[in-house]
């Protein structure tokens, strides 16, 4: 990342540039953990969305990741290609398709999760932690309000 002493404060203090810059160091942090689970950070989201109890269909997963279907579909391909999940017809409904994590998935899942909690750590490191704690409560209020 480059260095911010060449912005000026009315840019660096803007909340929209805090977390952008925030999420790019986190993402920097995370890919490297993530790239032995042969996973990028967006297909460990999908992992954890349908790992999250019984299968869901590709809908579903759009519609709670705020993913257009389109790009579901081909990030549920990634996956399956990998050997992570699978595609099964819901039961009543032929057209409809349930995503559900293979051994493998499950197994990917549970390491991405430890990786994640490892980043996130690292971000959050300089922090006390009860502030890193507000942090985290204080945006997920902030989401939450949506």
């Known amino acids: 990342m480059s260095s911010d002493l060449e912005a000026p404060p009315a840019v660096t203090r803007r909340l929209g540039y805090l977390l952008k810059r925030a999420q790019a160091r986190l993402a920097e942090l995370a890919e490297p953990l993530y790239e032995p689970l042969g996973v990028t950070g967006r297909q460990l989201a999908l992992l954890a969305l349908f790992g ?57 899942r549970e390491a991405g999760e430890e990786a994640t909690r490892r980043a996130e750590a690292l971000l959050l490191a300089p922090l006390a932690a009860e502030d890193a704690e507000g942090l985290r409560s204080a945006l997920e209020r902030v989401v939450r309000a949506e």
């Open 52 to 108: 999250d109890g019984p299968g869901q269909s590709q809908q579903d997963g759009a519609a709670r990741l705020g993913v257009d279907r389109t790009t579901m579909v081909a990030l549920v391909d990634e996956l399956e290609a990998k050997g992570l999940v699978r595609r099964e017809v819901a039961p009543g409904d032929r057209r409809k398709r349930l995503v559900t994590l293979t051994g493998d998935g499950e197994r990917v």
